[in-house]
């Protein structure tokens, strides 16, 4: 059995106690979410400190965005993996396409950030997917591949074991477009066949996710779809109400 996960991803959204606001929303809400669920926040770095108790306390996960692809030292402006571990942060975003797109992170930093993560028992939720122009030349498939192949691949079987994977097309991430239901369930499919070609059946055993202008009318959906084990939700998810919306969807969508 796979494990449901619903994360928010509040990107660089909200001052300190807006953040505070939001994730005691989450938090009351949290008993409607179905058994079963796992929900995860990622606020801003400046928000995880002060937040990362009371989500745990109530069942939440906490995720930061990012994280330095070195150890510790003379990289002003970074934040370890270490660092995210001290303060009790579970998990950590890398890989996100505005984090490729927008700081020129390589497939090589990512696997550096991903092995890092791990050392400290963080749980990396790495993000893949193609832009526009690459599903319209029809590369999507292929594109998504070398990204897996040069981070994800190159994993020991024991690291890769503990992975959560979200597919995020990178058309459709804050656009309100988002991807069909079947073009969500041809790519999920297609990511987990590459990765049971390298680490065979505990490819079964990982969690994709789904991420791109998913929100409570659509989510259920998506979320239906046999290789879609959740999502990671963007835009939807600074709003407590929407988010719980789009995480009970995962069990109405399953069924
Ligand atoms: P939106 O839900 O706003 O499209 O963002 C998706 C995303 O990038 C989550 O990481």
Not at 112 to 128: D, R
Not at 227 to 245: H, M, Q, R
């Amino acid at each position: 059995m796979r494990k449901k996960i619903v994360a928010g991803n509040w990107k660089m959204n909200t001052t300190y106690f807006e953040g505070e606001a939001l994730a005691k929303d989450i938090a009351g809400k949290h008993k409607e979410v179905p058994a079963g669920v796992q929900l995860i926040v990622a606020p801003p770095f400046t928000h995880l400190c002060c937040l990362t108790g009371p989500l745990r306390e109530a069942g939440i996960g906490i995720a930061a965005q990012n994280c330095a692809n070195h150890e510790s030292g003379a990289y002003t402006g970074e934040v370890s993996a270490a660092m995210l571990a001290s303060i009790g942060v579970q998990y950590c975003i890398i890989g996100h396409s505005e984090r490729r797109e927008y700081y020129g992170e390589t497939d090589a930093m990512l696997l550096e950030k991903v092995k890092l993560a791990l050392q400290h028992n963080v749980i990396p939720i790495f993000c893949i997917g193609e832009r526009l122009n690459e599903r319209e030349a029809e590369q999507h498939f292929e594109v998504v591949n070398q990204q897996l192949q040069k981070a994800i691949c190159q994993l020991p079987a024991t690291d890769f074991a503990k992975i959560i994977l979200a597919y995020e097309p990178v058309w459709a991430i804050g656009t309100g477009k988002t991807a069909t239901a079947e073009q969500a369930q041809e790519m999920h499919a297609y990511i987990r066949k590459v990765l049971r070609e390298k680490f065979g059946a505990a490819a079964d055993s990982t969690s994709i996710l789904y991420g791109g202008s998913c929100k409570p009318s659509n989510a259920a959906e998506l979320f239906g779809q046999p290789d879609v084990d959740g999502g990671l939700i963007g835009g939807a998810s600074l709003n407590g109400g929407d988010f719980i919306a789009i995480a009970k969807a995962m069990i109405t969508g399953k069924g």
